[in-house]
Each structure stands twice: as structure tokens, then as C-alpha cells.
């Protein structure tokens, strides 16, 4: 087979992506990438997956860039007939569904890593959304979602005329994620961020941007005794609010920089869980967050908001704590009963793993699609 996967910019395909590909290719299929160009797509290659470029834009108003995109994108289709084509990303998906049946792909597949709408949307909003992927539906063969209640609602409305409609959960690699007891190899990776083994560390992993819940987050801690670690940047095409004020306004309080710490983008993830004490991700909106399973697989209790996807992975009370959304004092409280108990932090943590290494084991994500495609 030929299959063609689309998403809009070369950190999806290459954060979450490759391994999918990289199975399809072992089963003897021809896979073929296309995504904004950059030092991701670059990486991509170099695992020798062909990778076409095509710039998408990110914001919904760019119609001018939409058109000169969808044009490329019908332009790579006749050149090259493919079997099935595979769309992620909200308008990357728009864009190749409508290519794909203008060029009368046999399938077409979309993968909903979370539906642009969601329960924090005003109704009008999330009624005009709705209806788009009701019209977007009705040329879509099979459609995966990652969180069981997105595939409810896709159920319910009729989201795809195929009548696919799966969830296939999201994934991540256990012999990259996993704890570590060796003391030393924690306090070296502490120590590299003038950390102690006394020292309870918090670490989120996340793009830069207002929707994480970073503000929240920095409010709480003002009231929690522990470092964090925040571990991401703004991606160049991201179009969400950002958090640059609340940043420099922490570096500039000597007491909050030396308690806050921006670590940047990081090549050492799986080091840093590792290391770390606890995980928090207090997120306005989410698919199904990786970063919540990477960190469970690394045995790490979890501080997440009680919303789509991170409520299927996080159990309240059991593998951590689910909070109100926008609620700083709420998620301050949450976070002192973790750094104040390690016994805790011990159990929840061993519980999530258990959790994690059931349910959200990537090579089942992968084997799940393989299987409902057929290939």
C-alpha cells in the first residue's frame, strides 16, 4: 500500500508520528510524510522517511495560505496516487480530507488527537465546530480518536460517513519512560540544575503557551515548598496565547527564579522524569496528553486538570489528583499533599505505572491501528 501522512508542522511528525510510520514501513508499505519543513522534518529524514514540504498555517483566519496549501497538497495526490491518506492536526486535516476526496483517495483516514472543540468552548464556537467536523465527516473513511469520550461524541453526532469510529488511545515507548532507583544517576541530573537529593522536585513538559495552565501553576507555587521544572518552548508556529510577561516578571523575583526554573527544550526527557518527584499538567484543553503517560510510565504521581483525555489516564486519588481547571488554590492543595507525603508519591506512582504499561503501552496504539486499517 501507499499511504500519506499529513499533519501541519514537523514536531508532530516527529514527536508523535515516526513510530507509526516506521511499522507501516516494516510490513513492506510505502510511506510518505508531508509537513511544514524544519530541523524536525530534517531528523525525520534522517531515519530514511521521505518527508515532502508543504507549509501549513496554523490559524484558522490564513485562508490565502490554506488554498496555496490545499493546491499543493491535491497537486502531490495526482502526481502520485496513493491508497490511503492519513490526516492529523486540525487544519491539516481539513485541508487533506478535502484533497483527498477531490483527488478520489480510496481511504481516507483521520486521526483526532483531541477535537478542536471541547467542553471549556463557548456554545456558539463549539456548535460551528461541531458542524465542521460533521461536514469534514461525511468525506472521511475511518476515524481514530485518542480519548474514549472524543469517539463517544464522534458516535453520537455521526462524525464519519464510514462509520469507523475507534479509539485508539495515545502511547508512549516503556524502554525509553521508566523509573529509576539508582540515587546517583537522579542526583547527577539534579545536580545539573543546582538541585539536591533533599529537594522535592515538580516537572511539567509542555509547549509555552496560556492554555497548559502555566499561570495557574506559577500562583500555586507560590504556596507549594518544592523546585519546578518547566521543560518546553513556544513553537514558532504557535498561534495560542503565550506566557512571556509571567516569565519575566519570575526571572526578576530572585525568590520565584531560584524556585522556577525554564529549562528549555530538552533532548533528556525520560533523564528528567527520572530525576524528578512529581508531575503536574493543569491544562485548560487537551487531546489525550503524552506527557501525563511518559510520566506515569516513569513512575511519577500526576497533578492534572479534571478534563477530555487527561481524566481517562490520570485516576483521581489513586495515580494522582484531578483538579478544576483554572484553579490555583485547588491545584496548590493538590501539590502539598504530594510534596508533604513520599510514601504517597511512592504509591501513586507505582499504581500509574502499572496503569500506564496496561493501557498505554505504544506498541498496542500502533498494533490497534495496523489492525483496524487492515495493513
Known sequence: MRILEVCAVDFTLYHFLVPLIETMSSRGHEVVAVCTDGPNAEAVRSRGIRVESIPFARRMVAIR??????????????????????????????????????????????????????EQMPMPKWLFFVVLEWL???????????????????RRFRLCRGGVIEAIKNGVDPARFFPSADLKTRLVKRKEHNNSLDDCIIV???????EKGYIELFVAMREVEAVLWVVGERLSSDHAAGIDHHIREIQSD????????FLGQRTDVPELLRAADIFVLPSHREGMPRSILEAMMSRLPVVATNIR???????????????????P???????????????????????????????????????????LLGL
Not at 204 to 210: C, D, E, H, S, T
Not at 310 to 321: A, K, M
Request: net charge positive.
Open 136 to 154: 469534514l465527516g461525511r468525506i472521511t473513511d475511518v476515524l481514530f480518536t485518542q480519548a474514549e469520550e472524543d469517539a463517544v461524541t464522534a
Open 65 to 118: 495560505q490554506h488554498i496555496q496549501s490545499y493546491k499543493m497538497l491535491c497537486k502531490l495526490l495526482e502526481n502520485e496516487r496513493f491508497d490511503i491518506v492519513h490526516v492529523h492536526t486540525p487544519i491539516a486535516a481539513a485541508l487533506g480530507r478535502l484533497a483527498a476526496w477531490r483527488m478520489h483517495v480510496p481511504k481516507v483516514v483521520y486521526t483526532a488527537h483531541g477535537f478542536y472543540f471541547h
Open 329 to 371: 488554590q485547588e491545584l496548590a492543595r493538590a501539590l502539598k499533599v504530594l510534596t508533604d507525603n513520599q510514601h504517597l508519591r511512592l504509591q501513586m506512582g507505582e499504581t500509574g505505572r502499572k496503569r500506564a504499561l496496561e493501557y498505554f503501552d505504544e506498541r498496542r496504539v500502533i498494533s490497534r491501528q495496523i489492525e
Open 309 to 327: 483525555g487527561s481524566r481517562e489516564e490520570v485516576i483521581d486519588r489513586q495515580t494522582g489528583f484531578l483538579v478544576t481547571p483554572r484553579a
Open 204 to 210: 511539567i513538559v509542555g509547549r509555552l503557551v496560556a
Open 254 to 261: 530572585p525568590k520565584l527564579a531560584n524556585k522556577i526554573r
